[in-house]
């Protein structure tokens, strides 16, 4: 046995599911030690987090079941010892942080009191507790940590309720550091700061960390080892530098050829007409403006990214477009005709026109409905295909276009993945033969490698169909694989436009500067050399 | 998990309705409740006409006969009424009024209630403020008063009990689709219907309405064993059902004076009730998950690992 602070050892764990025994996670080995930043790397489903979830104790038993393995802390086995010891420990030695803190914040408490139970909890005094919570949360960079405290969660953003939970982590002095994707939910420049900060705390208080993410970026920004998971098992260990540049494992050399932002940059060819236009959109809820005078062009065979954080107003924008959302004033010009004016009559037709195609696909596909159904929506609507076998054999083409089979059609959608599901209302949208498609964050909820294959399947479309895209993501990698023509937008507004290339190469507005900058590269050396690079003059 | 359901093999051509038989095959409770309620529905249907003679005809000296005692005839089995009419009988005549009234003010009940929550869910706030204070102004009015005015000015009958019960029901179907329709149709997959050009009609029908439905059928059979009650309360002031005419309800009130010497005659138009509304509970327990494409391998997971 190594002497390491936490050690996993071939721990296999089954979740004992209505529809059979499904192997979690498999022999699966892994250790951290005091000052030591471990990543477990791994898409959904990989059993990523099973592992972490088992040293925390929170694995519901049954379904999940611990067949093999130990687990030791501190020399002893975590599996072993009782409820009492184990709950003991957590928190106190082990503390974990998760992806979404707002779930993970109760409503209707204020901050301080929930920081300030932690170490109640523990059986420290509240006074101590109390001028600890705010010792750290001035640590983590909490503007006013007095007011902060008697505030409720609502009352931060993302990004500061996440530093929200580092503190409340951290009140004990932990030993070991468990993030579940502590940054997914977060904007890239957000994602930065919490990373560095993490890293700071890190060198503080010389603490282990096991960061669980899908990102090979964080990985090469913040980890000293990492672990790659696939199905269940480890497939890969080593160095960041030494897994991205010498991956053995197919698995692994395919996670990283599928992340994006090495393909070739593509130039408009600007020859064709205009297809979209929008003059001076505005739009205003009460007092904050989600759009400012927003005024794009789009042509023909176009695809048009518009690239900001949340809350930049980059959704409102496709919303307004769409008329899901009315504009306060401006026009959107489709083929010269105003969609803001259009009657409701005329604009029926341009509804077959331009497509969309949403964010999750879980929640865009009613679950009631049959892929089937679900295709065909649109002919039964715009009263196209009236004859059945038309439809079917059509519907079968389409499927077999977005790489479905055919007899898929008879099924629902919670019977595929997340990027099958993303296929299928892509197909959706095909099926009216739309001019524009407007991707809302389309592939930002899919998995790396899911995500390159539905980028080359739009990108397929866009040469075969000549199909226009209207582009909505945060991440700039993907827009910098798909794009030709990049829009940023920051507060509502537009602050920078040009060719792909250009945008990447020479940005000019420190905005998009920043957001360059914080977007982080999956090769462990660029990384360094950033890093390098910042801390400079 | 998704793996495994994608490498089921693809289900047979079988009819809907077959399909939907061997589903409830599957849920046993489920099967044995749809074979109560049609049973029921054959006593309300046959019943009054085969037994309605000697569900009326008094014998004084069966006076509140003792159950389980067959040598007054197998009529008697389930004992006799305080004039000596036996109970099984007219239990069974009872199906047909009670049922009537039951089902009629549920599903009145339930078609303008859910109409109009879906109106008011859907449509702007001002439409949605008028339905709902005007759901407030039914609640808030003491329902019996509503309907001892309505049933004296309009008289004891079946339709005008049904039309009152109704009205007074009206709000809880009125709210609950109203709030689930308010969540709906802010879903991603109605937002993806707008943008392909999808008409109101077509939203609310075959979006909005498929999902609020389990919520609507679930309250509907709760509300049975209610509206069943309510009616016997009627009666017992004298506006309901009229003797001879005769409910499970009526059934109930009349047999309470004699709990303490005989329980049956309150006990056996109960354990009806019970009945009723317990089966169509499990039944619409049942359909709430033969109709949900993602819950349905419940009911059909047995099946693939019999073949």
New interface residues.
């Given amino acids: 046995m190594s002497n390491a602070l936490l050690e996993v050892h071939n721990l296999s764990v089954d979740f004992h599911?209505?529809?059979?025994t499904?192997h979690a996670v498999r022999h699966v080995s892994w250790s951290v030690n005091r000052g030591e930043t471990l990543a477990i790397l791994g898409e959904s489903g990989s059993g990523k987090s099973v592992s972490a979830n088992a040293v925390m104790n929170i694995l519901d038993r049954p379904p999940a079941q611990i067949v093999s393995g130990e687990i030791f802390y501190d020399g002893q086995d975590l599996l072993k010892v009782s409820y009492e010891t184990h709950r003991a420990l957590n928190g106190k030695k082990i503390a974990m942080i998760f992806q979404d803190p707002l779930s993970h914040l109760n409503p209707v408490y204020t901050v301080g009191w929930q920081i300030v139970e932690m170490m109640t909890a523990h059986g420290r005094p509240a006074d101590a507790a109390r001028a600890r919570a705010l010792e750290l949360i001035a640590r983590v960079g909490i503007p006013d940590p007095e007011a902060a405290l008697h505030k409720y969660p609502h009352q931060f953003s993302g990004g500061q309720r996440q530093r929200l939970m580092i503190a409340m982590a951290l009140m004990l002095k932990p030993d070991i550091l468990i993030a579940d994707e502590p940054t997914t939910a977060l904007d890239v420049t957000i994602q930065a700061e919490v990373l560095a900060l993490l890293k700071e705390l890190q060198a503080e208080t010389g603490m282990g960390l096991v960061l669980i993410t899908h990102d090979l970026g964080v990985v090469a920004e913040i980890a000293d080892r990492v672990v790659v998971m696939s199905k269940g098992e480890i497939v890969e260990a080593g160095t960041p530098r030494g897994v991205y540049h010498n991956a053995q494992h197919p698995y692994t050399r395919q996670l990283i050829g599928a992340a994006p932002g090495k393909g070739e940059i593509r130039v408009l060819d600007s020859a064709e007409p205009v297809l979209l236009e929008t003059r001076k959109l505005c739009k205003t809820y009460g007092k904050f403006t989600a759009l400012h005078d927003v005024s794009l062009t789009l042509h023909r065979g176009q695809s048009l990214a518009v690239v900001g954080e949340s809350g930049s107003g980059k959704s409102t924008l496709a919303r307004a477009i769409?008329r899901?959302e009315k504009a306060d004033s401006g026009e959107a010009l489709w083929k010269g005709r105003d969609l803001i004016a259009m009657k409701p009559g005329e604009?029926?037709g341009v509804?077959?026109e331009?497509?969309?195609v949403?964010q999750?696909p879980t929640?865009?596909?009613?679950?009631?409905?049959?892929v089937y159904q679900l295709i065909s929506?649109?002919w039964?609507?715009?009263r196209l295909m009236p004859d059945r076998a038309a439809r079917q054999a059509k519907v079968a083409a389409l499927l077999e276009q977005v790489g479905l089979a055919p007899?898929h059609a008879?099924?629902?959608p919670?019977?595929?993945?997340g990027g099958q599901r993303q296929r299928i209302?892509i197909a959706?949208a095909l099926a009216?033969e739309p001019e524009l498609i407007i991707c809302d964050e389309a592939v930002s909820a899919l998995d790396v490698s899911i995500q390159a294959q539905v980028i080359a399947l739009l990108d397929d479309l866009r040469k075969r169909l000549g199909i226009s895209f209207l582009f909505i993501a945060h991440d700039l990698g993907v827009v910098r694989d798909f794009a030709d023509t990049v829009i940023v937008m920051k507060s509502g507004e537009i602050v920078e436009r040009g060719p792909t290339g250009d945008i990447f190469a020479a940005p000019q507005h420190p905005y998009t500067q920043r957001l360059l900058a914080a977007n982080l590269d999956p090769d462990p050396d660029i990384q360094a050399q950033r890093r390098s690079a910042g801390m400079g003059p | 998990?998704?793996?495994?359901?994608?490498a089921k093999p693809?289900?047979s051509e079988k009819s809907a309705a077959a399909t939907l038989l061997s589903m409830l095959w599957r849920d046993k409770l489920a099967f044995v409740s749809a074979i109560v309620l049609l049973l029921i529905i054959l006593c309300a249907m046959l019943g009054p006409s085969l037994l309605g003679e000697l569900a009326s005809h008094q014998n004084l000296r069966g006076r509140n006969s003792p159950p389980f005692d067959l040598a007054k005839g197998w009529a008697f089995v389930l004992g006799g009424d305080s004039l000596g009419r036996p109970m099984l009988a007219r239990l069974i005549v009872a199906a047909r009024s009670t049922m009537l009234v039951a089902a009629g003010a549920v599903a009145f009940a339930l078609f303008v209630g859910a109409t109009l929550g879906l109106v008011a869910g859907y449509l702007g706030k001002n439409t949605s403020q008028v339905i709902m204070r005007l759901a407030d102004v039914i609640m808030s009015f003491p329902s019996l008063l509503l309907a001892v005015v309505v049933l004296y000015v309009l008289g004891p009958s079946i339709p005008n009990m049904i039309l009152v019960l109704a009205i007074t029901r009206i709000p809880i179907y009125l709210r609950t689709t109203r709030a689930e329709v308010l969540e709906v149709r802010e879903?991603?997959?109605v937002?993806?219907?707008?943008?392909?050009?999808?008409?109101h009609w077509?939203i609310i029908a075959?979006?909005v309405l498929?999902?609020v439905t389990p919520t609507l059928v679930t309250i509907a059979t709760l509300d049975f064993a209610f509206v069943m009650l309510a009616e016997s309360s009627l009666s017992f002031l004298g506006i309901g059902i009229q003797p001879p005419d005769i409910t499970w309800g009526l059934m109930v009130s009349q047999g309470r004076p004699y709990l303490s010497n005989a329980w049956w005659l309150a006990l056996w138009p109960g354990v009806c009730i019970v009945i009723t509304t317990l089966a169509l509970n499990l039944l619409s327990n049942w359909m709430r998950i033969a109709?949900?494409?993602?819950q349905r391998?419940?009911l059909e997971?047995r099946s693939t690992s019999d073949e």
């Avoid at chain 1, 919670?414 to 993945?417: E, G």
């Avoid at chain 2, 998990?1 to 994608?6: A, G, K, Q, R, V």
């Avoid at chain 2, 937002?191 to 008409?199: L, N, P």
Wanted: proline residues 6%.
């Fill in positions: 599911t209505a529809r059979g499904v769409l899901l604009l029926l509804r077959r331009i497509q969309m949403f999750d929640q865009s596909l009613n679950p009631r409905m049959s929506e649109g039964d609507i715009h007899e008879q099924r629902y919670h019977q595929f993945s209302a959706r009216l | 998990m998704t793996d495994l359901s994608l693809p289900r879903r991603m997959f937002q993806a219907a707008i943008v392909m050009g999808a008409s077509r075959r979006h498929p999902v109709l949900d494409p993602a391998w419940r997971a």
